[in-house]
T-cell receptor, first 111, second 113 residues
Framework: GEDVEQSLFLSVREGDSSVINCTYT??????LYWYKQEPGAGLQLLTYIFSNMDMKQDQRLTVLLNKKDKHLSLRIADTQTGDSAIYFCAEKTGGSYIPTFGRGTSLIVHP | DTAVSQTPKYLVTQMGNDKSIKCEQN?????MYWYKQDSKKFLKIMFSYNNKELIINETVPNRFSPKSPDKAHLNLHINSLELGDSAVYFC????????????FGEGSRLTVL
């Protein structure tokens, strides 16, 4: 299996909450990231969490980390059409130069 | 002011041609990267330079040659282009070589006919 797995698609109604899930395999991951890619653009770092944290909140974004299950989630409250994008989960260990990216989850927000 | 800028944004060319993509960052970062994103949005690291020194060189055909004239620039030259090279190529930079906080350019879409 892949090192970082995400479901490919998520569809939500505008105003609802979105929850994008990610699982990873490397128990020595020290940092976990969420990136956002809007159509025709590069990836943009949204938020990240250290592996010794359970939760991080930043305005409408909430990141939850279950280290035991190696599960990371990104919750977007009050989802707007502007949140439609591909969201990439990534993990990094201390020993690697670069993060390992998942394949991305396409979030589709409909009225 | 664009932090990581790539040129050209679009490139359409014939098989067998040679082409280059240029990247510049004005963030003062030490480390730069080239990623390839395929049609299914999968991101694959190709190369990374730290202070002009090559530190990552993944399994990439040797038709691909990166060049870093200084730490603010990382160019990608591709010889003898093939159909399978069609993709979006992203340049990125980071403050150092051991961080997952990457700053991406807008991408260069290469189409090989």
């Amino acid at each position: 299996g892949e090192d970082v797995e995400q479901s490919l698609f998520l569809s939500v109604r505008e105003g609802d909450s979105s929850v994008i899930n990610c699982t990873y395999t490397d128990s020595s991951s020290t940092y976990l990231y969420w990136y956002k890619q809007e159509p025709g653009a590069g990836l943009q770092l949204l938020t990240y969490i250290f592996s010794n944290m359970d939760m991080k909140q930043d305005q409408r974004l909430t990141v939850l980390l279950n280290k035991k299950d190696k599960h990371l989630s990104l919750r977007i409250a009050d989802t707007q059409t502007g949140d439609s994008a591909i969201y990439f989960c990534a993990e990094k260990t201390g020993g690697s130069y670069i993060p390992t990216f998942g394949r991305g989850t396409s979030l589709i927000v409909h009225p | 002011d664009t932090a990581v800028s790539q040129t050209p944004k679009y490139l359409v060319t014939q098989m067998g041609n040679d082409k280059s993509i240029k990247c510049e960052q004005n963030l003062g970062h030490d480390t730069m990267y080239w990623y390839k994103q395929d049609s299914k949005k999968f991101l694959k690291i190709m190369f990374s330079y730290n202070n002009k020194e090559l530190i990552i060189n993944e399994t990439v055909p040797n038709r691909f040659s990166p060049k870093s004239p200084d730490k603010a620039h990382l160019n990608l030259h591709i010889n003898s282009l093939e159909l399978g090279d069609s993709a979006v190529y992203f340049c990125a930079s980071s403050p150092g070589k051991n961080t997952g906080e990457l700053f991406f350019g807008e991408g260069s879409r290469l189409t090989v006919l």
